[in-house]
């Protein structure tokens, strides 16, 4: 499992008892978590203008969890605003087996789908998925 993290998934990770950063732990205790430049800056943007998070958890989960790659494709096989190009194409470019997105807005027509061998999920198919492969149980 290689799973690309966008700007919104780092940003809630910054808190470090979320469920999100929990949801990227179990991530990367069996597989590969990966993101770019773009999606940190963004990260960060947002941890400063919402004041919400931590920086300091941001940079230790870049440090410790998380690999930087800034390879990107030149043309995508979908269209997106140009402002998610970077992160789809990121995705692509390093071969990931999904895109993990909170952003709805922008992605969710495409959750569930795969483009390009990257499968789109949300933390809720993701946690779903990684249910079906008894990485985590189920709560009743």
């Known amino acids: 499992m290689k799973v690309f993290l966008d700007a919104n998934i780092l940003f ?11 949801l990227v732990n ?3 205790n ?3 978590c990966i993101t770019n430049s773009y999606a940190i800056e963004e990260a960060k943007r947002n941890i400063t203008a919402k004041k919400f998070g931590s920086m300091e958890q941001l940079e230790f989960l870049l440090l410790e969890k998380i690999t930087i790659n800034n390879s990107l494709i030149l043309d995508l096989p979908v269209t997106l605003r140009e402002k998610d190009i970077p992160i789809l194409a990121g995705a692509i470019a390093v071969q990931c087996t999904h895109l993990l997105t909170g952003d709805k807005k922008d992605f969710g027509f495409l959750f569930g789908e795969s483009i390009s061998g990257v499968k789109i999920v949300s933390p809720q198919l993701m946690a779903s998925e990684l249910v079906d492969l008894g990485l985590i149980k189920e709560k009743n």
């Open 26 to 28: 179990i991530i990367q």
């Open 30 to 32: 069996n597989g590969t």
């Open 12 to 22: 809630s990770s910054s808190v470090e008892q979320s469920r999100i950063r929990k």
